[in-house]
């Protein structure tokens, strides 16, 4: 067998990627009733290109699958993208805005046929990013979030919910993105710390010289204040209460009401309400009836009712409403002040709280079954400490807005009536309305927030609501794998909905694995230009040294610091195991295949320990364990001691037999050489992907203490050869003195200690000591005496110059000292040699 002399991942990794998909090696057939591993995928946006945060969260499943996959148990992973509702519309819209044109102009239906348009074109991308990185999912299998299986499970799931009461309609405060023009969940908003100001203004009372001060943030929402309140323990409250103030800038009076919301002692205790714009406002005015002014619109611009200033934009009036209350003599102060601002996560725009009629789902009855789901054990947490973080959120859960102002999406199965003015939801579109038969019924224009459709992910994807075999076989699914960033937007939502649609938790164990970072550990970022790009590392270093790279960092829920430095390292690791190969491959396989040897006996036995470490840590999660095992199995083991063993037998059989088996031992972390190289053996077998993944077999062997007699031996002498700095080539004569067992391991073994060590071997029985007759090579070692000696009198004068050594840092001169005794160290070392030469 030959193979190139370099190793070149490019010349066969995409061979592999098409071949493992083209022949459906991962494919699998639904046999309810047998034993299974199921995950589905978490779905990459349609949108998206293959990041290293996919690339990390993918290496960490398909080793993984891969694993279980080879012991025999039927294996799903389920691939599939999600239509990414917000994001896919924000491409279009782009793209439609570069010809000229928009979304409003061309209408609904044609930007519906734009955006499968795009899908078709933009979205296949990172799921062919996906083959070729060889993630081994079931192809056949792949599902789109609004393909017209999952579309159905949507809408049944909804009519589900609304039959029970759990969705309804409401107006509520929102959070409103200007710039994408659709509401959003809080989780869908990001907050970031500012530095703003705190504007004191002055309310005058009526009727009276007294004044009250307010502080805001927003001085433009004043505009819509409707109240003044004051704490009810407030020493004015008796005299204020039920009294009224002047709202500045308007021509309006405003109650003053009692409410806790006032803190004593903040301020002047004293808050405006401003319902329409400020979610604790909203609930003030519903505690005291106070109407709901509206002065901010949807896009974010002022609306009539803000009078004057009607038409201008939010920040524009800002600046109006100031200066004109600075002129009328009503701003108490200004103060700095840092806040915390509300942006949309998507496009980055300030958020905008209105009132709006929505879409809502009611949580805590889905809560809390999900709640006692982890309690009882039933779902675990990877690291369990993210099962508390879990738990605050969902103790604390809020009703979730479902509805989305956008076209690309899942239109909720609502129908409104345009004579009775009542709503019919339904499984299959309408011809008239449910209350009053007319069929004067349009359908609610509003999308479903993306997250819905993805909470029924696990079990749509398998076929829900119909009784399928798929489903039958393969839930519920048996793992997730997903970011702490997502444990409320998308995993805790998939636990309510499986328990609510199906009765069973959507899988049985959550890993939450951390993110990738820099060689500093700073998160990466287009803004800070250390953003690495998956596709292009997978090409330099090849897909398995970057996977391995990732893998063995991979401490459950731990960052990885991923480096240039670290990627070079595990080429080098796949180069070795490349060379090995090479030189294995020039061996005959002829022979007993049986571990004869005192080398095919101690790597059969270091073989089984890396076979029962590696399964345990695939079992438990602990993937950067079993890569390093693996590492140090093949680079200190296999190549560094067995194969420089092996090198003095004839008999290269057993090689090939533990070759084989390390191969599968590595496949689920580097697939593609370990296919390549196995490939070549021409075992009779598919793919090593479907070949069994080796155990530990039980051994009462003497092997390992055995050898670890001649690795000392050998080992001492190298050392000793490195100290002095004598060649390797040249040969040392050695004396050994060994009693016992050990006396009789290095007897056995002398041939091999004396090539390897590449020494004369005398041996005789005595406690254990290796003496090695190392010649004097007086001429070096002068010369290297002469350069310490100068470098010790250079020291020596930097002592002895106080006045510079007192400015010098207490590290530079330890620093100093250690390597001043380093020095002195060998100088007596190298006189002690010549002395006795």
Same mark, same amino acid.
């Given at each position: 067998?030959?193979?190139?002399?370099?190793?070149?991942?490019?010349?066969?990794?995409?061979?592999?990627?098409?071949?493992?998909?083209?022949?459906?090696?991962?494919?699998?057939?639904?046999?309810?009733?047998?034993?299974?591993?199921?995950?589905?995928?978490?779905?990459?946006?349609?949108?998206?290109?293959?990041?290293?945060?996919?690339?990390?969260?993918?290496?960490?499943?398909?080793?993984?699958?891969?694993?279980?996959?080879?012991?025999?148990?039927?294996?799903?992973?389920?691939?599939?993208?999600?239509?990414? =509702?917000?994001?896919?519309?924000?491409?279009?819209?782009?793209?439609?805005?570069?010809?000229?044109?928009?979304?409003?102009?061309?209408?609904?239906?044609?930007?519906?046929?734009?955006?499968?348009?795009?899908?078709?074109?933009?979205?296949?991308?990172?799921?062919?990013?996906?083959?070729?990185? =060889?993630?081994?999912?079931?192809?056949?299998?792949?599902?789109?979030?609004?393909?017209?299986?999952?579309?159905?499970?949507?809408?049944?799931?909804?009519?589900?919910?609304?039959?029970?009461?759990?969705?309804?309609?409401?107006?509520?405060?929102?959070?409103?993105?200007?710039?994408?023009?659709?509401?959003?969940?809080?989780?869908?908003?990001?907050?970031?710390?500012?530095?703003?100001?705190?504007?004191?203004?002055?309310?005058?009372?009526?009727?009276?010289?007294?004044?009250?001060?307010?502080?805001?943030?927003?001085?433009?929402?004043?505009?819509?204040?409707?109240?003044?309140?004051?704490?009810?323990?407030?020493?004015?409250?008796?005299?204020?209460?039920?009294?009224?103030?002047?709202?500045?800038?308007?021509?309006?009076?405003?109650?003053?009401?009692?409410?806790?919301?006032?803190?004593?002692?903040?301020?002047?205790?004293?808050?405006?309400?401003?319902?329409?714009?400020?979610?604790?406002?909203?609930?003030?005015?519903?505690?005291?009836?106070?109407?709901?002014?509206?002065?901010?619109?949807?896009?974010?611009?002022?609306?009539?009712?803000?009078?004057?200033?009607?038409?201008?934009?939010?920040?524009?009036?800002?600046?109006?409403?100031?200066?004109?209350?600075?002129?009328?003599?009503?701003?108490?102060?200004?103060?700095?002040?840092?806040?915390?601002?509300?942006?949309?996560?998507?496009?980055?725009?300030?958020?905008?709280?209105?009132?709006?009629?929505?879409?809502?789902?009611?949580?805590?009855?889905?809560?809390?079954?999900?709640?006692?789901?982890?309690?009882?054990?039933?779902?675990?947490?990877?690291?369990?400490?993210?099962?508390?973080?879990?738990?605050?959120?969902?103790?604390?859960?809020?009703?979730?807005?479902?509805?989305?102002?956008?076209?690309?999406?899942?239109?909720?199965?609502?129908?409104?009536?345009?004579?009775?003015?009542?709503?019919?939801?339904?499984?299959?579109?309408?011809?008239?309305?449910?209350?009053?038969?007319?069929?004067?019924?349009?359908?609610?224009?509003?999308?479903?927030?993306?997250?819905?459709?993805?909470?029924?992910?696990?079990?749509?994807?398998?076929?829900?609501?119909?009784?399928?075999?798929?489903?039958?076989?393969?839930?519920?699914?048996?793992?997730?794998?997903?970011?702490?960033?997502?444990?409320?937007?998308?995993?805790?939502?998939?636990?309510?909905?499986?328990?609510?649609?199906?009765?069973?938790?959507?899988?049985?164990?959550?890993?939450?694995?951390?993110?990738?970072?820099?060689?500093?550990?700073?998160?990466?970022?287009?803004?800070?230009?250390?953003?690495?790009?998956?596709?292009?590392?997978?090409?330099?270093?090849?897909?398995?040294?970057?996977?391995?790279?990732?893998?063995?960092?991979?401490?459950?829920?731990?960052?990885?610091?991923?480096?240039?430095?670290?990627?070079?390292?595990?080429?080098?690791?796949?180069?070795?195991?490349?060379?090995?190969?090479?030189?294995?491959?020039?061996?005959?396989?002829?022979?007993?295949?049986?571990?004869?040897?005192?080398?095919?006996?101690?790597?059969?036995?270091?073989?089984?320990?890396?076979?029962?470490?590696?399964?345990?840590?695939?079992?438990?999660?602990?993937?950067?364990?079993?890569?390093?095992?693996?590492?140090?199995?093949?680079?200190?083991?296999?190549?560094?001691?067995?194969?420089?063993?092996?090198?003095?037998?004839?008999?290269?059989?057993?090689?090939?037999?533990?070759?084989?088996?390390?191969?599968?031992?590595?496949?689920?972390?580097?697939?593609?050489?370990?296919?390549?190289?196995?490939?070549?053996?021409?075992?009779?077998?598919?793919?090593?992907?479907?070949?069994?993944?080796?155990?530990?077999?039980?051994?009462?062997?003497?092997?390992?203490?055995?050898?670890?007699?001649?690795?000392?031996?050998?080992?001492?002498?190298?050392?000793?050869?490195?100290?002095?700095?004598?060649?390797?080539?040249?040969?040392?004569?050695?004396?050994?003195?060994?009693?016992?067992?050990?006396?009789?391991?290095?007897?056995?073994?002398?041939?091999?200690?004396?090539?390897?060590?590449?020494?004369?071997?005398?041996?005789?029985?005595?406690?254990?000591?290796?003496?090695?007759?190392?010649?004097?090579?007086?001429?070096?070692?002068?010369?290297?005496?002469?350069?310490?000696?100068?470098?010790?009198?250079?020291?020596?004068?930097?002592?002895?110059?106080?006045?510079?050594?007192?400015?010098?840092?207490?590290?530079?001169?330890? =620093?100093?000292?250690?390597?001043?005794?380093?020095?002195?160290?060998?100088?007596?070392?190298?006189?002690?040699?010549?002395?006795?030469?």
């Amino acid at each position: 067998m030959e193979i190139d002399k370099i190793y070149e991942p490019q010349r066969f990794e995409p061979h592999w990627a098409k071949w493992w998909v083209d022949e459906q090696i991962f494919h699998v057939e639904a046999e309810p009733g047998q034993p299974y591993f199921s995950l589905a995928i978490p779905p990459p946006n349609v949108t998206g290109s293959l990041h290293m945060g996919h690339m990390f969260e993918h290496s960490i499943i398909d080793a993984q699958i891969r694993w279980r996959r080879m012991t025999g148990v039927k294996t799903l992973w389920l691939p599939g993208t999600d239509h990414a =509702g917000i994001a896919t519309e924000l491409m279009v819209d782009r793209q439609l805005a570069s010809e000229g044109t928009s979304k409003r102009a061309i209408g609904r239906e044609k930007f519906l046929e734009r955006a499968w348009q795009w899908k078709e074109q933009y979205g296949g991308r990172i799921v062919d990013q996906m083959k070729r990185a =060889g993630v081994s999912c079931d192809w056949s299998r792949q599902r789109f979030t609004m393909d017209a299986g999952l579309s159905r499970a949507v809408r049944e799931a909804f009519v589900r919910l609304y039959e029970k009461g759990l969705i309804y309609q409401a107006d509520y405060i929102v959070n409103w993105c200007p710039r994408c023009q659709t509401v959003l969940s809080d989780l869908e908003v990001e907050h970031e710390e500012v530095q703003g100001h705190l504007w004191h203004i002055v309310y005058p009372v009526n009727g009276s010289s007294e004044k009250l001060v307010v502080a805001t943030t927003r001085p433009e929402t004043m505009l819509g204040d409707t109240a003044v309140a004051i704490n009810p323990k407030d020493p004015r409250a008796a005299e204020l209460h039920l009294k009224s103030a002047r709202l500045p800038l308007t021509d309006r009076d405003i109650p003053i009401v009692l409410d806790e919301m006032a803190e004593l002692g903040f301020g002047s205790g004293a808050v405006k309400i401003t319902p329409a714009h400020d979610p604790n406002d909203f609930e003030a005015g519903k505690r005291h009836d106070l109407p709901s002014i509206k002065v901010i619109d949807e896009n974010a611009k002022m609306t009539s009712a803000a009078g004057k200033y009607a038409g201008l934009d939010r920040f524009e009036a800002r600046k109006q409403v100031v200066a004109d209350l600075e002129h009328l003599g009503l701003m108490e102060k200004i103060e700095p002040y840092k806040l915390s601002v509300g942006k949309c996560h998507r496009c980055k725009t300030i958020v905008e709280p209105l009132v709006s009629k929505q879409w809502w789902m009611s949580m805590k009855p889905l809560a809390e079954p999900a709640i006692k789901a982890v309690e009882t054990g039933e779902i675990t947490f990877l690291p369990a400490n993210w099962s508390k973080t879990y738990f605050e959120w969902m103790y604390n859960i809020r009703d979730w807005c479902i509805s989305r102002q956008l076209w690309w999406g899942h239109r909720i199965p609502a129908w409104h009536c345009g004579n009775c003015k009542k709503v019919t939801v339904a499984r299959e579109t309408p011809e008239k309305c449910a209350h009053c038969g007319s069929a004067e019924i349009r359908q609610e224009t509003d999308v479903l927030d993306t997250w819905f459709s993805s909470g029924l992910w696990p079990f749509s994807t398998l076929g829900w609501p119909d009784d399928t075999p798929d489903l039958r076989a393969f839930y519920p699914t048996t793992l997730l794998v997903t970011g702490f960033d997502i444990i409320f937007f998308w995993a805790a939502r998939m636990i309510m909905f499986g328990l609510e649609m199906t009765g069973q938790v959507p899988f049985r164990q959550i890993h939450i694995h951390g993110l990738v970072r820099d060689a500093e550990r700073q998160k990466m970022s287009k803004t800070k230009g250390n953003v690495i790009d998956p596709l292009v590392i997978n090409d330099e270093f090849g897909t398995d040294a970057v996977r391995f790279g990732l893998l063995v960092s991979a401490a459950p829920g731990g960052d990885i610091a991923l480096s240039k430095e670290r990627l070079d390292a595990e080429r080098a690791f796949a180069n070795k195991i490349w060379n090995a190969s090479r030189l294995l491959f020039s061996k005959p396989k002829e022979g007993s295949g049986e571990p004869v040897s005192l080398a095919d006996r101690w790597i059969n036995s270091r073989l089984n320990a890396a076979a029962e470490s590696a399964n345990k840590d695939f079992e438990t999660h602990r993937y950067h364990e079993a890569a390093d095992t693996l590492y140090h199995f093949w680079w200190d083991k296999f190549c560094d001691w067995y194969l420089e063993l092996k090198k003095f037998d004839t008999d290269w059989s057993y090689a090939y037999v533990v070759y084989e088996k390390a191969l599968r031992l590595l496949h689920p972390l580097m697939p593609f050489i370990t296919e390549e190289l196995w490939q070549r053996l021409e075992t009779g077998g598919r793919s090593i992907a479907l070949a069994r993944y080796p155990i530990a077999e039980q051994m009462a062997d003497n092997a390992e203490k055995e050898m670890s007699v001649v690795q000392q031996v050998i080992t001492e002498v190298r050392q000793n050869r490195a100290a002095n700095k004598i060649d390797r080539s040249r040969i040392l004569d050695a004396r050994v003195s060994a009693d016992g067992e050990e006396y009789d391991f290095i007897a056995r073994n002398r041939q091999s200690i004396e090539k390897l060590a590449n020494v004369e071997l005398s041996l005789e029985q005595g406690a254990f000591a290796i003496k090695l007759d190392i010649p004097v090579d007086r001429v070096r070692l002068e010369k290297e005496n002469e350069q310490i000696e100068k470098q010790l009198a250079n020291l020596e004068r930097q002592f002895a110059d106080t006045e510079s050594l007192a400015k010098k840092p207490e590290k530079v001169i330890a =620093g100093m000292r250690q390597k001043k005794a380093e020095y002195e160290a060998q100088l007596a070392k190298n006189r002690a040699a010549l002395a006795a030469a």
